[in-house]
């Protein structure tokens, strides 16, 4: 059974439909086209995922969203990509990509511009390529699968660090790979919400884990001991925010120093069992790679073209429209705290 978040926040059962019936939204039409070669047909469609890198519970969790929706429609499916998150790594298996045919790429970006060049020879060659997760420069994609948006992203952790630290104190962030289009869009945006709207919390410093879970562990160390009257950090990596947790739960600032961000509740759980971590956010990881996937298929097949306003059907979380500059939206940010948490398992 799937449940998308804001269901089962209103504690309300999605009722299942049979993947089969769903196979229909994507297999026709041979209008339109994505700009970018040949559409598919559906009988050989194939669809490559590229996470920014493999062995990541997030990644893994979207991994099941967007192969269910390529068995779905009835699409061969691969999920390739390298162990560390780098743009470099990700260029050797858009380059395959491409040699093969593949009809769409479904990439997490390591780098907004480091990949254009590679994309654009991709779709050159006929590739679909769709970003999710993490966006490129608009010009390298057809369409951008966006998790939540970025002001929602930057409230929901600002307002959780404020509300755990009582509105006062020095904040870090703990963030993923240096390059890395989402993070750096969200703590833009979350830096300058909690100026305008917390004057008594200072953001001082901004750290990179890397997406690596020991380098980020490290960094929680190093960014402990180095600011003593740290009262809270925030990562909006679910690999960082792990790592964090891990580090304060096994030390003196555990109950002291305040930790929030973005983070999966299978990760999360025993820190909010054990009072290490009170609250954090996300949004369902896998509904994302359904809905990337979807929207590939849409593409690929000529079903859309990706204009602002063409709609296509996702399966069981339902109709999206393609909003300005190629952006389709998954939904709002959720919040995990010790009252929900077991009602999720990913
Ligand atoms: C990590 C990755 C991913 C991000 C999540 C929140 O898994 O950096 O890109 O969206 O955290």
């Excluded at 390739?80 to 298996?93: C, F, I, K, L, N």
């Excluded at 491409?98 to 009809?103: I, N, Y």
């Excluded at 809905?291 to 399966?315: C, K, P, Q, R």
């Amino acid at each position: 059974m799937k449940f998308t978040l804001s269901r089962v926040a209103a504690g309300a059962a999605v009722s299942v439909i049979a993947a089969l019936t769903l196979a229909g939204c994507a297999d026709t039409s041979t209008s339109g086209g994505s700009g970018s070669g040949d559409a598919a047909s559906s009988d050989d469609l194939s669809i490559t995922l590229l996470p920014k890198n493999l062995g990541n519970p997030y990644f893994d969790a979207s991994e099941v969203g967007a192969s269910a929706a390529a068995e779905a429609l009835g699409a061969e499916f691969e999920q390739v990509g390298p162990t560390e998150a780098t743009p470099d790594g990700q260029v050797s298996y858009i380059n395959t990509a491409a040699q093969q045919g593949r009809s769409a790429l479904v990439v997490s970006a390591n780098d907004p511009n480091a990949i254009c060049d590679a994309l654009n020879e991709a779709r050159d060659n006929g590739v679909t390529v769709v970003t999710f997760d993490s966006d490129t420069s608009a010009d390298c994609r057809d369409l951008f699968i966006n998790q939540a948006d970025t002001a929602g992203i930057a409230k929901v952790q600002g307002d959780l660090i404020a509300e755990q630290i009582g509105e006062e104190g020095e904040v870090a962030i703990l963030s993923a790979s240096a390059n890395a289009t989402n993070q750096n869009t969200w703590n833009e945006a979350l830096i300058e919400y909690v100026n305008e709207t917390y004057p008594d919390i200072e953001i001082i410093d901004t750290v990179y884990g890397d997406d690596e879970d020991q380098k980020s562990f490290d960094q929680t160390a190093a960014l402990l001991q180095s600011n003593p009257d740290l009262a809270g950090i925030v990562s909006p990596t679910t690999v960082g925010i792990a790592a964090a947790a891990r580090y304060l739960s096994d030390s003196d600032a555990k109950g002291e120093v305040a930790l929030t961000g973005l983070g999966t509740p299978n990760q999360m759980r025993e820190f909010i069992e054990d009072g290490t971590v009170e609250a954090f956010a996300l949004w369902n990881p896998e509904d994302l790679g359904t809905l990337a996937t979807y929207a590939a298929a849409a593409v690929a097949t000529g079903e859309i073209e990706g204009a602002e306003g063409d709609t296509f059907s996702a399966g069981d979380l339902g109709e999206f429209t393609v909003g300005a500059d190629g952006v389709v939206l998954l939904g709002d940010p959720f919040v995990f705290d010790a009252d929900n948490i077991d009602e999720f398992q990913f």
